[in-house]
């Protein structure tokens, strides 16, 4: 019998990973385990804090088909926290090399800005978005910052804010985001 074990990835791979699991609607579990204040700070979205305390309960709860992909400050401490969930019989556990360090750093080669959300790629994909460009405009000159005021999510616009999306941009109407 093989002993279970965890795989190490890279920031890059993981945000890969998460944005195709997003954009195919399969769920995945995402988790912080840097300490309280941090996570509060800044995390990515959609992680959940995890520590020694509560990770009974976490591997209690989520099925062991689904994805999990832990991260820490550097990509130590998840190690461990990865290898609990292998040795409870999940069947895909990550670690992220570099940890959240490393997910801030990550950036889009091609533009230079943080790297989009799993949740907003998904969205931008489920939205018929053929590319990942933010300010690409889609059928009727919609741009996905103003799908996402269309569809009120709001974090989906803050986030694309964040990343410096034009807030100028029209759509063949001539209505900028605002007005949707």
Known sequence: MSE???RRIAAD?????????????????????????SYAQDHLPGALRLSERDLGEWIGRLPRTE?????????NASQVFAQAFADFGFAEVYSIDGGFQALALSRSPSTGRPVPSPSLLGF????????????????????????????????????LIALGVDLEARNTDGNTALWL
Not at 13 to 37: C, E, H, I, K, N
Request: glycine share 10%; hydrophobic share 45%; aromatic share 8%.
């Open 13 to 37: 791979r993981a945000l890969d990973f998460m944005a195709a699991a997003s954009g195919q609607g399969r769920p995945y579990g995402l988790f912080d385990t840097r300490d309280p204040a």
């Open 124 to 159: 931008m994909a489920k939205e018929g978005g053929a590319t990942a460009e933010l300010d690409a405009a889609a059928a009727h000159g919609m741009t996905p910052l103003m799908k996402a005021a269309r569809a009120a999510r709001l974090d989906l616009v803050e986030e």
């Open 67 to 75: 994805p999990v992909l832990i991260y820490c400050y550097h990509g």
């Open 4 to 6: 279970a074990t965890f």
